[in-house]
């Protein structure tokens, strides 16, 4: 096994099977990725919430890549071993008016700006008596589409993409189709945590070191991504409980923001929150799950909060 190490000016932000691999390792073979902050500089420690009115999407996301694995073609399985996501020093999340779950309300037509401090140990606080523990994970990890030309990061694909599906901590392995020669992974948008859901639009974004082992299954030709698990799905470092707030209908999205709103509501009443702030801890913190599909067409959505975040 060899250990490489990809340099942090090795990004990209375009899905493109014709990009040249900034690395080519054998099956096998560890690759150090340092990521960077996903808006090309925009945003930085020293940042306040006027760098939103400004903010240009165009650049997101800035990923780490691509990484060629020989002798993977299409048709075979690319393993990804996640053995570590390391912080670096500090982050963000925000709330951008027209970009997040509660876009179209009233409360959230303004920006808001959070940095984190991530240097102290593996927690940081969102203001005094909450605490958010870090549970680290890249929010994109993919490979290149077969389809030619240039595709943009932001959806979720078949073979990967703007996942931000939260439980790709160290100790899972992601199982991705290949479409291309090589399979082209890249991956970056880390999150020193995040609930699942995303509802603001941002976890606590960061620059991080991810290191990840590649293998190959020849052959196994899977419909979309699978990933396997070594520990529990929720925070083993919650021992305090949970709050939850739930909503049912028809339209899971409409459940999905009235569970999120009355969560919302519930922590302005009882912890003094603002709406943004609110909203903030739900995106890094709240779990959203379809609690019931069976009644049909009245289908439940829960948000749970843990409530080992207060101290």
């Not at 930085?44 to 990484?67: A, C, R, Y």
């Not at 996501?85 to 959070?114: E, H, I, M, R």
């Not at 160290?170 to 995303?198: I, K, N, R």
């Amino acid at each position: 096994m060899t250990v490489h190490h990809l340099d942090k000016r090795a990004i990209h932000n375009k899905w493109d099977r014709d990009l040249k691999p900034a690395l080519t390792v054998d099956p096998g073979d560890t690759v150090v990725f340092e990521t960077p902050e996903i808006t090309k500089g925009q945003i930085t420690k020293t940042s306040t919430v006027k760098v939103m009115e400004t903010l240009d999407f165009s650049p997101i996301h800035q990923i780490s890549g691509p990484v060629a694995v020989r002798g993977v073609e299409p048709g075979d399985t690319l393993v990804v071993k996640i053995d570590s996501v390391k912080p670096k020093d500090w982050g963000y999340s925000f709330v951008l008016p027209g970009f997040n779950l509660l876009k179209d309300d009233a409360a959230f037509q303004t920006p808001y700006l959070k940095v984190w401090d991530l240097t102290k140990g593996d927690r940081s606080e969102f203001k005094p008596g909450i605490v958010v523990p870090f549970e680290p994970f890249c929010g994109v990890m993919g490979l290149a589409p077969g389809e030619p030309g240039e595709h943009s990061t932001v959806p979720p694909r078949r073979v990967g993409g703007n996942l931000d599906i939260r439980q790709l901590v160290a100790g899972t392995t992601l199982y991705l189709p290949v479409e291309v020669a090589g399979g082209l992974f890249s991956c970056g948008d880390v999150h020193a945590t995040q609930g699942d859901g995303e509802v603001c639009g941002t976890g606590i974004e960061m620059e991080s070191f991810v290191t990840i082992t590649f293998d190959v299954i020849k052959g196994q030709n899977l419909p979309e991504l699978q990933f396997t698990m070594a520990g529990a799905m929720t925070g083993s470092w919650n021992t305090q409980g949970w709050h939850c707030t739930s909503a049912h209908g028809p339209d899971l999205w409409e459940n999905t923001q009235n569970a999120i709103r009355y969560m919302i509501e519930w922590l302005k009443a009882n912890k003094g929150l603002t709406d943004h702030e609110a909203l903030v801890l739900c995106s890094v913190c709240v779990d959203l799950k379809i609690a019931e599909v069976v009644d049909s067409p009245n289908w439940i959505v829960t948000a749970a909060l843990p409530l080992g975040i207060f101290v």
